[in-house]
Structures are given as structure tokens and as C-alpha cells.
């Protein structure tokens, strides 16, 4: 469970999570493919450090034949290369009020890099799955308490989801080996759902014949309307539009101001749950919504950028804009419809106080 | 002027700085060079993206020959690399009680990378700096508003200080081009200064006959007791020692667990005011100090390796270190006597909590 707070100030706590876990600068939404240093990092234990050159990576369990792969190994298996929109769960918690107590993420937990690897099916396909195997188990190097529980991190995917085409293991990220920070030397990547299942320094996968129930899996990750509701698994990226915040800002309040005239508003949008169908943009909070127009997705499973011509008048405005996927799913403008206890999928529109001249 | 909070909790806008301006998680510290992308950043305002390719830097005002040099012009000179430790000038703020508003950072605001481009002297010769040039004034492509004023980001340098051997221009971190929130194409770089000295994303350097007097050079970065005090320039990185967290974390409190056993504790330490002569460890709080071993510096600007042993029984302990430098300044144990009206410069020692056992 996440400890719950009903005061709008933050604790040392959720500062030093801030600190280590930084969010995308949002002007970083310019870019199709995120810098390494400006995508988002959600590092729940101490970054690990594993040594590429000895690496080996066991895939065991209920498996006819046990592999042990090096670095190499995976390297020399078939290459994947794949931009990736990546998010955390726990994205938009710091808008609920009260606030679930953890990482306090506005908008910015978010990036879309250029991963390489191999798919993960064929290795267990080698691997060979026995019949009684019902979900694949992925742990890291990183250990630490959580919940009171030590444990390292680990979370499963049921054996129907890991074998899907579009899961793979990643060694490198914009074309450089994973740094430290995103997994080195290898990382799991789960497309379509939020970054908590894309296991960042791979250890084990183990093939196990009942529902893994660790503390990543079923006490974390839950949306939860209540302390006792069991809950339902977050897995999949709601629909999220973000723009680049025109204008400059003021350093403490981050507040934009803008110069009268006619400008274009970019950003970019995703779903784990389709493409993105729509963006709308609102220059009065979400009173009157425009369509944007829609550019080019990066990829299957990279972000889609959108542009909305804006003829900034002086005066103060609130910027919003919101996706609807192909599913028909969109974003809710309060975060009070989209409330849970561990203020996970949190895809409550953004906004953007600015004045202009 | 700093605004400043009474209160232990942080504003939304304190928290907001610190999602965008990561600081360098702990266990960084074990690598010589820190990974791109685990390097602290402090971003005035947005990440302004400047084309490499048309990128021109005007050297210009009191010279007999204003220049006008292009990135490959740039390359073209002779070649520096040098590790630098860099740290911002106001980390150790949120020591503090009362506390500035600003950035919030607590011990995390360091790196140490490898830094490539070319001297600044030959330049300024090149250009020609006529007698009545007092000052050279750097100014950033970055812009917005601080202090009630909208400014580009700029600070100045005597021309003494801009005249030493090792301040130079860097086009590369690392060994690649500087990614966009470290500067791209070219900064400053001042090795023994705190980092606001090293200006981002240069866009014009320019010889002056007055000493510059703009928000970031005489309203901020100043040791200040009061409001009225007209303060004396924030420069040269006081002495600071940080050492790993040993053991495994705790999630959110960050508490560090460690098993009981004889371990290392290591770490690396700085000074700007010449090199570090003596790093110190204490198990208690600072109630008794063992001398640590001192290991090499990553070159005459970057910063020292030190270890010490400990003999970790079951029970709860508050670790600490303390550097001492070549000129006989150390750290202060508690934040009080270094209390100032920014919160700059704040080199407290720092103190990690863990239970053994």
C-alpha cells in the first residue's frame, strides 16, 4: 500500500524521490527520439552495477532446457531495433489530492528512446516452455525493501503476454550500450504497457507454474480504490497528449510567458491501447477544444506528434490538450475521476498556465 | 533574493524544479567518470535547442578583432579533455532550516565527467582584448525570468579568471557531443568554480568594460546573511566528501539496511581551493573521526577516491565524511554554520542513517 498524504506540501521523502528520479524536461517533447539523459528514470532500489563482460543471464524454471546466456550470446541472436514510448505508472500522482505518498510525478515521467536487442519469444522457444508453466518471471540485479519486504525487483508477465512479438530483452539505447541508469547490461522492454513491467537489470527469467504474487506484482501496481480492494493490474498506457510549454518560463514558478502573435503549439501524444485517433487542444482549460492535426507516430510503439496553430492574445490562458486512442479511450480533465490509491495511470490532462504580452 | 520557507515540507515548486533538475543518484559515486545521464543538472530555464550546424559564436565588444567561429572552427583548435568535478552552487540547501526556495537539492547536485573542446585563452588572444576590457561576459541561448527580470542567462568572469589556463570551452561529454541538457554545442567550463560559472549553450562571449551587474551575477549566487547584505560572489567549490549509501535501500525513506560484517565504505571528495588532503569517516554522527585512505584524483580538476574500513555490528548508526583541502578548509558538521540567504555553498557533511543486522 502507498501511504496517502491530504496536505498540497511534499515531504523530504518525495523530494529525495525526485531528486534520483528525474522526469523529460518537457521541452525535451521536441525531440522524436529522447537524449539519453533527458528520459524519464523510476529507479526503485540503488542502480546496480553489473559487469558486462561476465554477465550471465539464466533462463530456468519450467523450462526442458535451462539456458545460461551471455552478453554476447544475446547479441549475436536475431537484432531488434524499436522506439519505445515509455512511461511510469505513477505518472500524474502529484495532481491527486489527496496524494498517494511515493515518486511525485506531474506530467514528466515520461521519454520514448530507440532501444536494440532481440526478441524475448525465440529464447524461450529455446528454452522450450513445459506445459505447466503459467507465467514468465523477470528479476534484477536491484534489492531493497518495499512494503517491509526485502526483495529484489521482479514482476511477471502471464506466458501468453512474454511471448507476444513486440516484448524483447535490450542492450542498447539510442544506439549506445544501456548506461547504468536504464538497466546495463540488459533490460526487459514492454511496449505497450507502463514502465514498472520493463525490468531494468536482468538477472533471472524463470519459467513458474503458479501466478508470481511478489511485491511488485500484487501490493504495488494495483489500481485500488481502497486499502482493501485487491485491486486490478496496471498494464497497459492510458491515452496521453503532452505539449511543449510555449514561451520561457519564470525559474521558481515555471510559469510561461508568451508574446502576442500567432504561434504553433507541438507536442506529442500515445496509448498502449491503439493509435492515437485524436488530439485536442484547449487555450481556455478545457472550456473549448480545437482538433489538432496529427503528424507521424515513431514507430508501432513510439509517441505521435501533433501541432495546433494558437493566436495568442495578451492576457492568461490555461493550455490543455487531450489524445483519444483507437479504442475509444481518452484522458479525464480532473484528476478526481481518475483517482486510485497508488495513483497509478494518472492521465488527467495537462495544463499550462501562461500569459501572453 | 532567495524566498524562504519556515516550514520542514516543500512547495509544489521546489518539487518541480527537483523533477526536472536531477541530481546524481549516491551509488554514482563509484564510477570515475560519471555516465551521462547520472550527472547532477541545473536548467535556469528550458533547454533551448540550438542547431550544430549553423551554430556561430560572436567573440566580440572591447577586441580588436571580433570573431565569428562555427563549431568547426572550434574543433579545429588544439584539443583539451579533462575530468571535471562539477557541482551546483547551491547544493546542501535543503539542509537548511529555515530553508531558500529554490532548487532543492541535499547532497545529490555532483558529477564528475570528462569534458572535450579547447582553451579559452588563444581565443581571447586571437580576438585581441583591448586595455580597457575588464571583463568577459558569457551569455546562454537559454532565456526567461528570475528575480523579476527577464534575462538570457549570462555571468561573467575578470578577465584574470577567464585567462587561466584550464578554463575552456566543451563541445563534448564523455567522448560524444554534448547531449542538449548539458549545453549542446558548447559551453564553459570552469573547473574549480560551483557550476553556475559554466555557462550552457553559449551564444555570445563578449569583452566589457564595466563589471556586469545582471541577475544571475550580482542577485543570485551571493553569500548573503540578510536581505541588505550586499554579499560576496559565490566562486570556488568548498571542500565537500560524499560517500555510497552502503547496504540496500529502502524504497521511500531511503534507509539504508547493511549486513552485519567488516565492509568498505568508499567515496570520492573535492575542493576547489586545491587538492583534498584528508577525507574523514565517522560511524557515530560525527562523534569520532577515523582518517580514511585517500586514493588518486581523476586529474588535477576532478575529484578523489577515498575508503574506509568498517567493522558494521548489529545496531542503528549515522555515517559520516568530511574532507579537508590543501589550503586547511574542512566541512561543517551542521548546517547552521553555514546558513546563508541563497543557500550556497552549503559543503555540510553529509549523514546517511543505517541499521545493521
Not at 512511461?87 to 500524474?92: D, K, P, S, V
Not at 514528466?108 to 516452455?129: F, M, Q, Y
Not at 503549439?265 to 480545437?290: C, H, K, L, N
Not at 495544463?351 to 501572453?356: A, I, L, N, S, Y
Amino acid at each position: 500500500m502507498v501511504p496517502i498524504s491530504t496536505t498540497p506540501e511534499f515531504s523530504r521523502e518525495e523530494v529525495g524521490l525526485a531528486l534520483r528520479n528525474p522526469g523529460m524536461q518537457l521541452e525535451g517533447l521536441r525531440y522524436p527520439v529522447t537524449p539519453i539523459g533527458m528520459h524519464y528514470l523510476l529507479i526503485h532500489f540503488d542502480i546496480p552495477r553489473v559487469d558486462p563482460a561476465t554477465y550471465e543471464l539464466p533462463v530456468t524454471g519450467r523450462v526442458r532446457n535451462p539456458l545460461k546466456l551471455t552478453l554476447e550470446d544475446i547479441r549475436a541472436r536475431p537484432k531488434v531495433t524499436m522506439p519505445v514510448m515509455m512511461e511510469c505508472g505513477g505518472n500524474g500522482r502529484a495532481h491527486l489530492s489527496p496524494r498517494p505518498i511515493s515518486a511525485p510525478w506531474y506530467d514528466e515521467a515520461v521519454g520514448c528512446a530507440e532501444w536494440t536487442g532481440t526478441s524475448l519469444r525465440p529464447i524461450l522457444e529455446d528454452a522450450g516452455l513445459l506445459d505447466d508453466a503459467v507465467e514468465i518471471l523477470f528479476t534484477g540485479h536491484d534489492r531493497g525493501l518495499d512494503q517491509g519486504v526485502f526483495h529484489d525487483y521482479e514482476r511477471s508477465l502471464t506466458v501468453e503476454s512474454a511471448l507476444r512479438d513486440e516484448v524483447f530483452l535490450a542492450y542498447e539505447m539510442n544506439g549506445v550500450p544501456l548506461p547504468p541508469q536504464h538497466g546495463s547490461p540488459l533490460r526487459l522492454v514492454v511496449p505497450d504497457w507502463y514502465g514498472m513491467a520493463s525490468v531494468k537489470w536482468l538477472k533471472e527469467i524463470r519459467a513458474i507454474e503458479e501466478p508470481f504474487e511478489g511485491v511488485q506484482q500484487v501490493l504495488t501496481y494495483n489500481y485500488r480504490q481502497s486499502a482493501d480492494d485487491p485491486g486490478t493490474p496496471v498494464t497497459r498506457k492510458y491515452p496521453h497528449a503532452l505539449m511543449v510549454p510555449p514561451g520561457i518560463p519564470d525559474f521558481l514558478s515555471r510559469r510561461r510567458h508568451v508574446e502576442a502573435g500567432r504561434i504553433t503549439i507541438e507536442g506529442r501524444a500515445w496509448s498502449g491501447f491503439g493509435p492515437v485517433e485524436r488530439v485536442e487542444f484547449s487555450a481556455d482549460g478545457g472550456g473549448t477544444w480545437y482538433d489538432a492535426d496529427l503528424g507521424d507516430a515513431v514507430g508501432p510503439y513510439g509517441w505521435t506528434s501533433w501541432g495546433s496553430e494558437w493566436d495568442a492574445r495578451p492576457g492568461e490562458y490555461e493550455l490543455c490538450a487531450r489524445a483519444t486512442d483507437a479504442s475509444g479511450k481518452t484522458q479525464p480533465v480532473d484528476g478526481k475521476e481518475a483517482w486510485n490509491q497508488g495513483g497509478y495511470g494518472i492521465n488527467v490532462v495537462q495544463r499550462v498556465p501562461v500569459q501572453v504580452g
